[in-house]
């Protein structure tokens, strides 16, 4: 309500049911011990139709083919490429209205949603040390069509955001990720995991028409974990910490940015028999803020 007279959202009240199949087929060929290819396609169908705030029927079909080629030079060493295309799940969420009364954020449903797709080529570099270790890098491109946002929809007099359909646009990430064991440094069943991300995303805005980011999407992660496991008291205890964290959410009328500081989180795992796990964790987080630039109007 909005000086007490009533709003009504678009698809406030909506049943959204999915019907969905797939047939695939995959073939594997390994012309040496080292080289290894793989080939394969998937036809995905689906069907979704809503009832109360809206009454549509959807049927969807995607041709999902894959490439992989695997070379492992030496017993330690390995490398991936890999061409696929890929379609994402819709959540159902996105087809009802919500609202966030707490940051005054009202969304609108929207009936008509295409699942996103994107082609993915990708590397990985893998070497395997000290039996148990691993240190492995990873470069992804995405080629993505119907990427999902929030779009400005309308009821014929107000003006609400909506999950939508926005357009093509890319997305890259390079992602490190190190495991050490640490028995050999004295510490027998320890594991150290360190894991360093980084993003670059573009889409176009459906409300300035200019290109930024995409909506919620991180664009550097690192963390680190340690855990030790304990065989002769049957436990598993651990500390992870993200020093960092921030992300920006754009919608029609607003901007929020979002940062967090020192996140922690400790565990400890037991098992007084090979049926029950008992575990304990505390979490702590040093700071937190969020910034949000709020419009008068798209």
């Known amino acids: 309500t909005i000086g007490g007279a009533p709003i009504p959202l678009p698809s406030d009240s909506v049943r959204v049911e999915e019907l969905r199949g797939?047939?695939?087929?995959?073939?594997?060929?390994?012309?040496?011990?080292q080289l290894t290819l793989e080939g394969g396609l998937r036809v995905e169908r689906s069907t979704i139709s809503q009832s109360g705030g809206a009454d549509l029927e959807n049927?969807?079909?995607?041709?999902?083919?894959?490439?992989?080629?695997?070379?492992?030079?030496?017993?330690?060493?390995?490398?991936?490429?890999?061409?696929?295309?890929?379609?994402?799940?819709?959540?159902?969420g996105d087809f009802a209205a919500s609202a966030e009364l707490a940051n005054n954020v009202v969304s609108a449903g929207n009936a008509d949603l295409s699942p996103q797709s994107a082609w993915v080529i990708e590397g990985a570099w893998e070497r395997r040390f000290w039996e148990d270790g691993v240190v492995s890098l990873t470069v992804q491109h995405q080629i993505i069509s119907d990427a999902i946002d929030v779009i400005p929809v309308t009821d014929g007099v107000d003006i609400?955001?909506?999950?939508?359909?926005?357009?093509?646009?890319?997305?890259?990430?390079?992602?490190?990720?190190?495991?050490?064991?640490?028995?050999?440094l004295g510490v027998p069943g320890g594991q150290l995991t360190n894991s360093l991300t980084w993003r670059d995303s573009e889409v176009t805005d459906p409300t300035t028409g200019e290109a930024r980011g995409i909506s919620g999407l991180r664009p550097e992660e690192f963390f680190t974990r340690?855990?030790?496991?304990?065989?002769s008291w049957r436990m598993n205890w651990g500390v992870?910490?993200?020093?960092?964290?921030?992300?920006?959410?754009?919608?029609?009328?607003q901007i929020s940015h979002f940062r967090f500081r020192d996140y922690a989180s400790a565990w400890v795992e037991y098992k007084p028999t090979d049926q029950w796990t008992i575990r304990a964790q505390a979490w702590m987080l040093g700071s937190y803020d969020q910034t949000r630039y709020i419009f008068a109007g798209p």
């Open 22 to 33: 797939e047939i695939f087929g995959q073939t594997t060929w390994r012309p040496t011990s």
């Open 59 to 92: 049927t969807f079909t995607f041709l999902k083919p894959r490439g992989s080629l695997t070379w492992s030079p030496n017993e330690n060493d390995q490398f991936r490429f890999r061409i696929e295309r890929e379609v994402g799940q819709l959540n159902f």
């Open 160 to 184: 609400f955001p909506a999950p939508g359909n926005i357009g093509d646009g890319t997305l890259t990430y390079l992602a490190a990720e190190w495991t050490i064991p640490l028995d050999r």
């Open 226 to 231: 340690f855990q030790q496991d304990i065989d």
């Open 240 to 253: 992870e910490y993200q020093p960092w964290g921030e992300d920006t959410v754009y919608r029609i009328d």
